[in-house]
Every structure is written in structure tokens, then in C-alpha cells.
T-cell receptor, first 114, second 115 residues
Framework: DSGVTQTPKHLITATGQRVTLRCSPR?????VYWYQQSLDQGLQFLIHYYNGEERAKGNILERFSAQQFPDLHSELNLSSLELGDSALYFCASSPDPGTNEKLFFGSGTQLSVL | AQSVTQLDSHVSVSEGTPVLLRCNYSSSYSPSLFWYVQHPNKGLQLLLK??????LVKGINGFEAEFKKSETSFHLTKPSAHMSDAAEYFCVVSGGYSSASKIIFGSGTRLSIRP
């Protein structure tokens, strides 16, 4: 158990809808990363938050947004969903804002857009 | 700019034989390099990391990797494969301690173990 909790584990929704994925980092970790994993794109970095502030953006669509709350949990909001958004979404946390520390991954949210 | 290339999308070995998963990287900084493993329906777990200390890094489950700057490689090895090693393996490069830095994942290598 990595200590990172993601909910829900599975999510099935329809095109055009909006969903929210939730991540609770390990106790004391200030950094939260979001990744999208799909068969054709592999593991894609989406966004990084540190202590409530956005630190880096990757291949995140404008239809997607994220935030990190004062209690350090994070939410990834996906709107106007398309079939191609179906993927496994991972959250990872680390204690450090930099990139030299290892990441602790949650078990992911499997999103299916029908 | 940073990049990482995993040279094999799929590797299949027999149980008890050596494992070699190849990774080449490119980085403008002195890189930190990692190997992560992902078992089916699980999140990723760190196997080992290199951060400019010893060039031969030992990880969990008997895996190790050697940093070779001249070859820009960070190949993952294990002397004797076990059935439980069947999983997806990701080589990761990161570098710099800035807000704009990103962690770059390779495309993954699926390791299959034959009985």
C-alpha cells in the first residue's frame, strides 16, 4: 500500500459529461502529480501541484483542470468528455516539490467514456 | 530538454534466466533516473533510483541498474527471473529542481516470464 488513495476506482460515463477524480496524497506529502495512462499514448504527465500551487503542466487538455486544496487532497476535473478520454488516471505524491524524489502512486481511477 | 527511450516494448524470458530491460536517456541536466514497475491492475511502484551517487544501483526484488554516462544508458537487470516479475516496467528521467521541471516516463517494457 503506497498510502495514496484515489477514488473512485472505476467510473463509467457518457460523452459530453463531466467527472471529478479525487486523490489523497500520503500523509505529509505536499506534491501531487496527475498522470493519464492509455494504450496508445502510454503514461502522460498531466499536471503537478505543490502545497496548493500549480508547479508544472504537461499534456493536459483545456477541458481538464485540477486543483489542490488546503488539506492537500487534489481533484482532477474532466469535462466535455470524449471517447478518447477513456484511460487510467493515476495520482502520485511526494514530499518534495522537485523531481529527484521518488513518487508514490495510487492504484488509479479507470475512466470509461461510452 | 529531456527524453527517455525504452528500446524494447516487450521482452520474454524463461524463469531462472537473466533479465535485461534497456533504457536510454537524454538530459540537459545531471539527471535523476528511476525504474518503476506496474503489475496488472496496480499502481506504479519504485524499483530503484539513481541520483549521482554510485553508478550501480540496487533495487527491490533483486533488480539493479547501472548508470553509464558515456552510453547515456540506464539498463535494468536481474540475474534470475521469477514468475512474479511479469509486469510492465517504466524507465523515468527527471532533472533540475525547478518549478518547470517534469518527470518523463518511457513508453514501458512488458516483461513476460515463460515457465
Amino acid at each position: 500500500d503506497s498510502g495514496v488513495t484515489q477514488t473512485p476506482k472505476h467510473l463509467i460515463t457518457a460523452t459530453g459529461q463531466r467527472v471529478t477524480l479525487r486523490c489523497s496524497p500520503r500523509s505529509g506529502d505536499l506534491s501531487v502529480y496527475w498522470y493519464q495512462q492509455s494504450l496508445d499514448q502510454g503514461l502522460q504527465f498531466l499536471i503537478h501541484y505543490y502545497n496548493g500551487e500549480e508547479r508544472a503542466k504537461g499534456n493536459i487538455l483545456e477541458r481538464f483542470s485540477a486543483q489542490q486544496f488546503p488539506d492537500l487532497h487534489s481533484e482532477l476535473n474532466l469535462s466535455s468528455l470524449e471517447l478518447g478520454d477513456s484511460a487510467l488516471y493515476f495520482c502520485a505524491s511526494s514530499p518534495d516539490p522537485g523531481t529527484n524524489e521518488k513518487l508514490f502512486f495510487g492504484s488509479g481511477t479507470q475512466l470509461s467514456v461510452l | 530538454a529531456q527524453s527517455v527511450t525504452q528500446l524494447d516494448s516487450h521482452v520474454s524470458v524463461s524463469e531462472g534466466t537473466p533479465v535485461l530491460l534497456r533504457c536510454n536517456y537524454s538530459s540537459s541536466y545531471s539527471p535523476s533516473l528511476f525504474w518503476y514497475v506496474q503489475h496488472p491492475n496496480k499502481g506504479l511502484q519504485l524499483l530503484l533510483k539513481y541520483t549521482s551517487a554510485a553508478t550501480l544501483v540496487k533495487g527491490i526484488n533483486g533488480f539493479e541498474a547501472e548508470f553509464k554516462k558515456s552510453e547515456t544508458s540506464f539498463h535494468l537487470t536481474k540475474p534470475s527471473a521469477h514468475m512474479s516479475d511479469a509486469a510492465e516496467y517504466f524507465c523515468v528521467v527527471s532533472g533540475g529542481y525547478s518549478s518547470a521541471s517534469k518527470i518523463i516516463f518511457g513508453s514501458g517494457t512488458r516483461l513476460s516470464i515463460r515457465p
